[in-house]
């Protein structure tokens, strides 16, 4: 259990729709970052939130959003669905800046997109 | 841009061997690099990880090397275990913590 929660666990959208995806950090933890995985593939990075503000971002269109609030949990929300978009959702939150910079990943939501 | 490789895709072993998985990287200015565990259909576990100052770090049965120079990562899992069957992701980490993961080795122990 690293503490670090994701709602919902499975989600079933259609092409052209539009989802938000929860994440609920590790407490006293200061970033979240938010993953894609597709099916027998290694994560990519989608974009990180650094105490409320992006802090880096991979290579993702705009239509990919996120927020982090003041307790540090934080959304992903993916605008205009495509059918690629199918795919398991992880966010990692860590403790930016003090040197104990492990990634602590959780369970994932899985995005099925028809 | 960096990549990340991981060798073999997949392995095969009867219960009680040691195993080597393989990591390589193609840009040596990492902060960081760390493996995980990953069952099927879940989240990813954290094993280990390895700043850029240091060589090798080791939890239990497992160690993990790091040779920044060649670009190279190995996990070593001692007396394996038919619980320690799951994919296993090597990443490295930047100077913002954005992780860039390899593909992953699915590792199968057999009872």
């Known amino acids: 259990e690293t503490g670090v929660t994701q709602s919902p666990t499975h989600l079933i959208k259609t092409r052209g729709q539009q989802v938000t995806l929860r994440c609920s950090s590790q407490s006293g933890h200061n970033t979240v970052s938010w993953y894609q995985q597709a099916l027998g593939q290694g994560p990519q990075f989608i974009f990180q939130y650094y105490r409320e503000e992006e802090n880096g971002r991979g290579n993702f269109p705009p239509r990919f959003s996120g927020l982090q609030f003041p307790n540090y949990s934080s959304e992903l929300n993916v605008n205009a669905l495509e059918l690629d978009d199918s795919a398991l959702y992880l966010c990692?939150?860590?403790?930016?800046?003090?040197?104990?910079?492990?990634?602590?990943f959780g369970p994932g939501t899985r995005l099925l997109v028809l | 841009k960096q990549e990340v490789t991981q060798i073999p895709a997949a392995l095969s072993v009867p219960e009680g061997e040691n195993l080597v998985l393989n990591c390589s990287f193609t840009d040596s200015a990492i902060y960081n690099l760390q493996w995980f565990r990953q069952d099927p259909g879940k989240g990813l576990t954290s094993l280990l990880l390895?700043?850029?100052?240091?060589r090798e770090q080791t939890s239990g049965r497992l160690n993990a090397s790091l040779d920044k120079s060649s670009g190279r990562s190995t996990l070593y899992i001692a007396a394996s275990q038919p619980g320690d069957s799951a994919t296993y992701l090597c990443?490295?980490?930047?100077?913002?913590?954005?992780?860039?993961f390899g593909t992953g080795t699915l590792l199968a122990v057999q009872p």
């Open positions: 990692a939150s860590s403790l930016l800046g003090q040197g104990k910079e492990t990634q602590y």
């Open positions: 990443a490295v980490g930047g100077a913002t913590n954005k992780l860039i």
């Open positions: 390895i700043q850029s100052s240091q």
